[in-house]
């Protein structure tokens, strides 16, 4: 129930056609909004007091409006967006690996209101299954687009999405993703088992028996856990800014995010701070949020 931050859905379908996946046969093609509709849209939000827009779709990197020629990628929509004043903070998601252009990329690198942090859905670290997806990427290209990302903006983190126990996948598959997860160090992810979704290629294919799917996504949400934890417990005793969103029900804290979403959990924040980036000290952690207290009002980001 934020007022300060809020979503724009600028892009719709796929055309990917994952072997595992229904949206391109339940949401149709790849279809993107007008740039002049979704300027539009987030002028009247910021009008009500949003400061952070987050521009959705189910592919939202393959935004693509040639009618404009002005305004027809991501990277050009982000940049008209960051002429807007009130505008403080810009995200997207989700990204498929193969939209995540080298404009899109030097955007990371040139773009002030575009946050540091990027979800890209890897789903697995072993060529041979992403080949099985038909994902139409492999291990290398993703990593390419990491170190690009890097480079781009050495602060920029991640999070991804893992399917686990996928048709045919092998340990050695499986500890290919594990070592892509270590290597990268994903701030936070989601991961899932693999299940059947009828009317897709890879559902008439054998499922790894369930006994191996529960023990592997146990394996690979401990360690995802790991390396949240620790992201965390790095922040402690560090000044952050953090947009504070709104007071917590039944409690006194107020609750925001960094720019790369995680959650805050601030003291001696007031009410006259809601929509406002503040600078907040860090005094504690646990996997989820980070915990702290308002700094100086001098050292405040008005919105």
Do not use: W
Request: with cysteine; glycine share 4%; charged share 30%.
């Amino acid at each position: 129930d934020s007022k300060t931050s809020s979503f724009i859905t600028i892009q719709e379908g796929c055309d990917k056609f994952c072997n595992f996946c229904v949206v391109p046969y339940t949401r149709g093609p790849e279809y993107s909004r007008s740039p002049i509709e979704i300027i539009k849209e987030a002028k009247d939000l910021i009008s009500n007091g949003v400061i952070e827009i987050t521009l959705l779709g189910q592919n939202v990197n393959a935004y693509s409006y040639e009618k404009n020629e002005k305004v027809s990628k991501l990277s050009n929509l982000i940049f008209e967006l960051e002429k807007m004043k009130e505008l403080k903070r810009i995200r997207y998601t989700t990204s498929h690996p193969n939209d995540m252009t080298s404009d899109l990329i030097r955007c990371h690198k040139f773009s002030k209101k575009l946050v540091p942090f990027v979800h890209l859905p890897v789903q697995s670290g072993s060529n041979k299954i992403l080949k099985e997806m038909n994902r139409k990427h492999t291990r290398e290209k993703y990593l390419n687009i990491i170190t690009e990302l890097k480079q781009a903006r050495p602060e920029i983190k991640f999070s991804s999405d893992f399917i686990v126990g996928y048709p045919g996948e092998t340990e050695k598959d499986f500890n290919d993703t594990i070592s892509l997860i270590n290597k990268i160090k994903f701030i936070n992810s989601f991961s899932f088992i693999y299940n059947q979704r009828p009317g897709t290629p890879a559902s008439k294919q054998k499922s790894v028996d369930k006994k191996t799917q529960l023990e592997r996504l146990k394996i690979i949400q401990n360690l995802l856990n790991i390396i949240q934890l620790e992201e965390n417990n790095s922040q402690i005793g560090k000044s952050k800014k953090v947009l504070i969103e709104n007071k917590m029900k039944n409690q006194k804290n107020y609750f925001g995010r960094l720019d790369n979403l995680t959650p805050v959990i601030s003291e001696n924040v007031n009410a006259n701070d809601i929509g406002k980036i503040i600078n907040v000290r860090i005094k504690g952690s646990n996997r989820n949020n980070l915990f702290g207290s308002k700094e100086n009002m001098k050292k405040e980001v008005a919105a």
